[in-house]
């Protein structure tokens, strides 16, 4: 997986290492982990999918900005199965990810507990509204896609920070958010699949 990765065009050898240091096949259904390392999104229940290895590696990169972007403190919106979870937690000292979906956020928990994953702060809440009492954060990374950036996250982007997420509606883009001294800056990128990021939580 990590060859087909390179060869993909993800370069950033700390996001490589990461991704090739977690068993991927243990965030996805049983019955599918005989295509945990195969360059799809896979489905995980509650309608909710299991990124591609590219998309986990090229979005990881992007975050890290070729190592530029020090990663003290990562808010992840969508912890969904917790693969891209376990990916940020390599890669940053912390890691504070939102999941609306209880039952989901509650098996991703005791995932990330057996693999001895301890740098992360999960929380169950609506992620269209971040984690201000966390925040600033160097990184913000969205795993669904959403049209437009609502103000409150921005305000949780630190000054030098950058956010990833895809934009879009029928459409969709890999974007990145920097916030620079003379603002937001915005750049968009490759196309991309995401599902759609709703507001409000589920409990049950």
Not at 28 to 54: C, K
Not at 92 to 109: H, K, M, Q
Not at 119 to 138: T, V
Request: glycine content about 10%; overall charge negative.
């Amino acid at each position: 997986m990590v060859e087909r990765l390179r060869e993909q065009g993800v370069r950033d050898e700390v996001v490589l290492a990461a991704m090739g240091s977690i068993p991927r096949h243990l965030f996805v259904e049983e019955a599918l982990a005989s295509r945990a390392y195969e360059d799809v999104a896979l489905p995980i229940n509650y309608g909710q999918t299991i990124s591609s290895p590219w998309i986990v590696g090229r979005m990881s990169e992007l975050l890290r900005n070729n190592g530029d972007n020090l990663l003290r403190k990562v808010l992840e919106i969508g912890t969904g199965c917790g693969y891209q979870t376990a990916v940020l937690a390599k890669i940053a000292n912390e890691v504070y990810s939102i999941e609306r979906i209880g039952p989901l956020l509650t098996r991703t928990r005791i995932r990330l507990r057996e693999l001895g994953i301890r740098n992360i702060y999960l929380k169950h809440a609506d992620g269209m509204r971040g984690l201000s009492e966390a925040g600033p954060f160097d990184g913000i990374m969205m795993t669904a896609v959403i049209p437009e950036i609502p103000e409150i996250l921005l305000e949780q982007l630190a000054m030098g920070g950058r956010m990833v997420f895809p934009k879009g509606n029928k459409q969709q883009y890999l974007c990145v958010i920097d916030h620079t001294a003379e603002g937001f800056v915005e750049t968009i990128l490759d196309e991309v699949m995401f599902v759609p990021i709703l507001p409000g939580i589920i409990n049950r």
